[in-house]
Nanobody, 121 residues
Framework: QVQLVESGGGLVQPGGSLRLSCAAS????????MGWFRQAPGKQRELVAT???????TYVDSLKGRFTISRDNAKNTVTLEMTSLKSEDTAVYYC???????????????WGQGTQVTVTS
């Protein structure tokens, strides 16, 4: 069974910072891509950032310079450093993992339960 445990969400003032973390676990779980998505009230889930096992990162253009994603392959963790937060960043942030389990050659998507980030004065 694959499990993703997120942490670090909370309430922060505009201009503040937060660090989100996600730890992945599971027997025979081989991870290729880790990342973060977010979903604001009344909106669809959208990509925030991803990072491959080799360290290649992808960000949505609007968030470049404010958010930074990183990954620890040994610990199967991914973090999202969020700075200069705006009210528009308020959303539930979901950890994302792409990988295989056991002998499967097909990669599947896995999602965390989500952690709430609220930016307000």
């Amino acid at each position: 069974q694959v499990q993703l445990v997120e942490s670090g969400g909370g309430l922060v003032q505009p201009g503040g910072s937060l660090r989100l973390s996600c730890a992945a676990s599971g027997s025979g779980f081989s991870i290729s891509v880790m990342g973060w998505f977010r979903q604001a009230p009344g909106k669809q889930r959208e990509l925030v950032a991803t990072v491959t096992r080799g360290g290649n990162t992808t960000y949505v253009d609007s968030l470049k310079g404010r958010f930074t994603i990183s990954r620890d392959n040994a610990k199967n963790t991914v973090t999202l450093e969020m700075t200069s937060l705006k009210s528009e960043d308020t959303a539930v942030y979901y950890c994302y993992v792409l990988g295989t389990v056991g002998s499967s050659f097909l990669q599947d998507d896995y999602w965390g339960q989500g952690t709430q980030v609220t930016v307000t004065s």
